[in-house]
């Protein structure tokens, strides 16, 4: 109950929004359904990881994907607003 707002909220529903203005149906259903995929066996294996990766680990995972949730973020802010940054930015 507490994934599910994560996995399937308005922040996913945003998503796809923003995606749907740069790229075709087919492509975002296919990356939907490998995201699917993925997300299942995350859940479904999420006491194996937690043996493997231990507290740690799980913390540095964390922070990486919270870089890379930004840059995906500051993607689609710029993409969606038009705005220009330098070349050193990119």
Do not use: C, W
Request: charged share 10%; glycine share 8%.
């Amino acid at each position: 109950p507490v994934a599910f707002p994560l996995i399937a909220g308005a922040g996913s529903m945003t998503t796809l929004i923003s995606l749907k203005a740069e790229y075709q149906i087919a492509e975002i259903l296919i990356a939907l359904i490998l995201n699917m995929v993925f997300v299942y066996f995350v859940l479904r294996f999420t006491h194996i990881f937690e043996r493997i990766l231990g507290d740690t680990g799980i913390q540095i995972l964390k922070k990486a994907f919270g870089i890379i949730l930004l840059a995906i973020a500051i993607r689609l802010f710029v993409s969606n607003t038009g705005i220009q940054l330098g070349k050193q930015m990119m």
